[in-house]
Structure formats: C-alpha cells, structure tokens
T-cell receptor, first 113, second 114 residues
Framework: ETGVTQSPTHLIKTRGQQVTLRCSSQ?????VSWYQQALGQGPQFIFQ???????GRGNFPPRFSGLQFPNYSSELNVNALELDDSALYLC????????????FGPGTRLTVT | KQEVTQIPAALSVPEGENLVLNCSFT??????LQWFRQDPGKGLTSLLL?????REQTSGRLNASLDKSSGRSTLYIAASQPGDSATYLC?????????????FGTGTQLKVEL
C-alpha cells in the first residue's frame, strides 16, 4: 500500500510569484484535503476535494485554489504569493463517508522571500 | 466556531515516566478525534483515532480516551522513551463540516530525556 506523497519537498519563491504543489493520495482514498501549518502552530484547513470538486474551504482567500484529478491526486495553487504564505503545506487523503480518519503526507516547505 | 486547546504547550520528562497530554474542544458534535505525532519539519503520523461512539483506543504504549460530553481527550504514554520526543497534536473532525476537515490544537512539544 502506497502512502500519501507530496512534491516538491522544499521550494523558495519570491513575493508575487505563483506556486503549484502536488499530492498523490493513498491507494483507495478518494478525498484530498490541504492544510497550511505556520511555524509553531497547528495545521489550518485550506480546502478539500472530492470527486474532482471543491468540497469545503477554510478561511483562505481565492488566490488559494486547487484541482483533483480522476486518479484522486491533487494540486494546490497559490497566486500572488505573500510573505505570510511561508509555511509547511500538508496534504491528507481519506475515504469519504467512513470516518476512518485522515492520513498525511510529508509536506512541502514553502519559503517566500 | 470549534476551538481545540492542548495543555501543556511543552513538557520535559525523564525517561521511563508515564505522562498524560490533554486536549479540549468546544463543539461536541464530532465524527472522531485523532492524535498525531509530528517530528520537527516533518508531516503528521496518525497515532490513534477515536470514533465519536467510542471511549478509548489503545496502541502499544499509547492510550487515548474521549469524553465527548465534556469536550476532552487525553493521550496517555506509558514508560516514555527518548524516541517519543516530538510534538503531539490532537484534531477533531466536525459533523457540521461534513467530514474529513480537521480542526487542530497547537500541540504539546514533548522532550524525553535520558
């Protein structure tokens, strides 16, 4: 069974640029959720994708957007990067409707300068 | 709005001690509660998941309890080891959120010393 994978591991961007982060869900999982974790804080829910559509969003602006593909993998896109976007971005996969919990990838560390 | 609080924020204990980490939440309408471990700069490892209808779960030296009515969960770690040093996070999955949208506490940073 393959776990959740994310790419890239680290990246550095300049303020105003755009970035795309990628996530492959665990085998058999159909739902992907994205979280932002600032240093010293707990993760904050960004949004969730199920059946290739956004299925709930946290308190994040529209410049945070995403996609889910037919194989359940997902992308997180952030436009017009700001310094405060520097964080660890975590992807989690799960099976909708089972209540069996979420399983997280290793994260992507984004630094905005 | 659901709020999740973890106490203490940091804890340092000698090897071999039994310890308890606390988590409280304000909205009791939850699907489940999960405890995670996070090593510095790494992702989250799921330790235990307690369904809304359950009172506790055990895995090895770990035991987690859930009292939904009082909005509390505890993670008990028996015979702590230096390898247990990490940040421990609890998270609740709200029914009003539709499922699989976790609200996290800020974590307890644990250090187990030789």
């Amino acid at each position: 069974e393959t776990g959740v994978t994310q790419s890239p591991t680290h990246l550095i961007k300049t303020r105003g640029q755009q970035v795309t982060l990628r996530c492959s869900s665990q085998s058999g999982h159909n739902t992907v959720s994205w979280y932002q974790q600032a240093l010293g804080q707990g993760p904050q829910f960004i949004f969730q994708y199920y059946r290739e559509e956004e299925n709930g969003r946290g308190n994040f602006p529209p410049r945070f957007s995403g996609l889910q593909f037919p194989n359940y993998s997902s992308e997180l896109n952030v436009n017009a990067l700001e310094l405060d976007d520097s964080a660890l971005y975590l992807c989690a996969s799960s099976v909708s409707g089972t209540g069996l919990g979420q399983y997280f990838g290793p994260g992507t560390r984004l630094t905005v300068t | 709005k659901q709020e999740v609080t973890q106490i203490p924020a940091a804890l340092s204990v000698p090897e071999g001690e039994n310890l308890v980490l606390n988590c409280s939440f304000t909205d009791s309408a939850i699907y489940n509660l999960q405890w995670f471990r996070q090593d510095p700069g790494k992702g989250l490892t799921s330790l235990l998941l307690i369904q809304s209808s359950q009172r506790e779960q055990t895995s090895g030296r770990l035991n987690a309890s859930l009292d939904k009515s009082s909005g509390r969960s505890t993670l008990y770690i028996a015979a702590s080891q230096p390898g247990d040093s990490a940040t421990y996070l609890c998270a609740v999955d709200l029914i009003t959120g539709g499922g699989n949208k976790l609200t996290f506490g800020t974590g307890t940073q644990l250090k187990v010393e030789l």
